[in-house]
C-alpha cells in the first residue's frame, strides 16, 4: 500500500507565494519521476512541472519562472515553490509519483490540495 500526502494549499493574493509539499509512504521501494499537476473548474488536468530521478526539471510554459520544484529522495517527497502567483494559478494541485512498490512499477495520486489565488 502506497499513501502521498500533499499539503501546503490555501488562499494567498496575486502576486502572493506558496508551497506545496508531497510525501510518498507505505510500500515504496524506488521511485522514478515525481511532479505536480492541476486541475481548474471545467478544465483538464494539466501539467505543472515534473522533475526525474536525476533531477531534470520540467515547466509549464505558464509557470516558467515563477515556479520551482525540487525533491528529497532521502524523504521520498517532491516540493512546488510558487511565487508571484496569479488568480489564473487557481486550481487543485495533484502530486504525481511513478514509483515501484516492491511489484511493479506504477503512477499513483495524492487526494489534491485546494489552490485559490485572490485578485
Known amino acids: 500500500q502506497v499513501q502521498l500526502v500533499e499539503s501546503g494549499g490555501g488562499l494567498v493574493q496575486a502576486g502572493g507565494s506558496l508551497r506545496l509539499s508531497c510525501a510518498a509512504s507505505g510500500s515504496v521501494f524506488s521511485i522514478g519521476a515525481m511532479g505536480w499537476y492541476r486541475q481548474a473548474p471545467g478544465k483538464q488536468r494539466e501539467l505543472v512541472a515534473t522533475?526525474?530521478?536525476?533531477?531534470?526539471?520540467n515547466f509549464a510554459d505558464s509557470v516558467k519562472g515563477r515556479f520551482a520544484i525540487s525533491r528529497d529522495n532521502a524523504k521520498n517527497s517532491v516540493h512546488l515553490p510558487m511565487n508571484n502567483l496569479k488568480p489564473e494559478d487557481t486550481a487543485v494541485y495533484y502530486c504525481?509519483?511513478?514509483?515501484?512498490?516492491?511489484?511493479?512499477?506504477?503512477?499513483?495520486w495524492g487526494q489534491g490540495t485546494q489552490v485559490t489565488v485572490s485578485s
Open positions: 504525481n509519483v511513478y514509483l515501484f512498490d516492491g511489484i511493479r512499477w506504477s503512477e499513483y
Open positions: 522533475i526525474t530521478s536525476r533531477g531534470i526539471a
